[in-house]
Structure formats: structure tokens, C-alpha cells
């Protein structure tokens, strides 16, 4: 009898415990990020306007005013896209080096480059938004123009871009976390 009161009230202190870890981890974590975004202020660089355009090998190599993009077909339906300056991502998902050249058609339009193999087409537009054709013309992907944040602190690194893609209104996305962003503070608003 003794030991099944111990093992009570052992887990009762368990619980007890896991409850005020789940009150006052929420607290610690916003006043951490909140600390830390008054000691990193970030600023966000636009693309500026397109500058020119050349053919590489498999893709094209594009020239704005604040970035730098490049398209390149790796097979004919997938294309890896490059956005500099900044910290390049790890390719993690493509292990793969070596790939055969894909034949690419490369036209330079009055606002836009179109570069398209016999799977795909990319269309880079002068504000440096992109949209994803199939071989139909149906539009699977558009991105907006990227946006590179810098925090000033680690302005010498370069920072890095970010992308936004429109979503049709009967796409979903799954597996963003419990939390999407930050808990909004009166000054904040």
C-alpha cells in the first residue's frame, strides 16, 4: 500500500511539473525573441529592376539591380533556381552532381525572359517574379519577387532571401509547427 502511495503522488508531481513547464515556456520563449529582435534590426532589399539576361549552359543567368538569379534545367522538368548575393542553401534534397545538359530554348522578350525545355517553361519578369509553366501553358507555380532580409548585425554575411508563392484557393499546406509566428505585442501593432 505504501509503495502505490509513492507511486502516486509521484506522478501527480510529474504532471504538476510538465504543467508549469508548458505555463512558462511560452513566456520565456517570447521574451527571448523579443530581446533578441530589439538587438537585430533587419532590413529588406528589394530586387530593383532588371539590368540584362545571358544564356548558360541548361538555363540562363539573370541580372537586376540588388540580386543576381540563376535558372538552370537540371533534367527537363527540374530546374534549380539561385538566388546571389547571400548565403547559399545546403542542397540536402539533390545529391546528385552530375547532370546532362538539357536543350533549352532562352527568348528575351520586351518585360520578360521565357526559358523553356520540352517539359517546362520559367518566365523571369523584369520585377524578378517567376512563374512555372507545363508543356500545356498551365501555370503550376508563381513566386513574387524575392525579398533578402539583413539583419544589421550580420550584415557582412549577406543575408538571405526570401520567396513567396501564390496559392491556389484549394491548395493547403500541412506541418508548419503549433506556432506560425510570433505572439503580437502592443507595440508591435
Not at 538539357?102 to 520578360?112: A, M, P, S
Not at 523553356?116 to 524578378?128: E, P
Request: with cysteine; charged share 25%.
Amino acid at each position: 500500500m505504501n509503495l502505490q502511495r509513492q507511486l502516486l503522488l509521484t506522478l501527480r508531481f510529474v504532471k504538476l511539473r510538465r504543467f508549469l513547464g508548458s505555463l512558462f515556456y511560452p513566456l520565456q520563449r517570447d521574451w527571448l525573441e523579443l530581446r533578441s529582435r530589439s538587438h537585430n534590426m533587419e532590413v529588406t532589399e528589394e530586387t530593383g529592376g532588371a539590368e540584362k539576361a545571358k544564356p548558360i549552359q541548361s538555363g540562363g543567368h539573370f541580372y537586376f539591380k540588388h540580386l543576381e538569379l540563376e535558372v538552370t534545367f537540371l533534367t527537363t522538368d527540374l530546374i534549380r533556381v539561385d538566388w546571389q548575393p547571400g548565403k547559399v542553401p545546403l542542397p540536402y534534397g539533390i545529391a546528385r552532381k552530375d547532370w546532362e545538359e538539357v536543350e533549352i530554348d532562352f527568348q528575351d522578350k520586351e518585360n520578360c525572359w521565357i526559358i523553356s525545355s520540352s517539359a517546362l517553361k520559367v518566365i523571369i519578369n523584369a520585377d524578378g517574379s517567376l512563374q512555372f509553366q507545363n508543356s500545356l501553358g498551365q501555370v503550376i507555380r508563381e513566386e513574387l519577387p524575392p525579398q533578402r532580409r539583413i539583419e544589421l548585425s550580420d550584415a557582412a554575411k549577406g543575408g538571405g532571401w526570401t520567396t513567396t508563392a501564390k496559392l491556389r484557393p484549394s491548395e493547403c499546406i500541412y506541418g508548419l509547427g503549433e506556432r506560425a509566428a510570433p505572439r503580437l505585442l502592443a507595440d508591435d501593432i
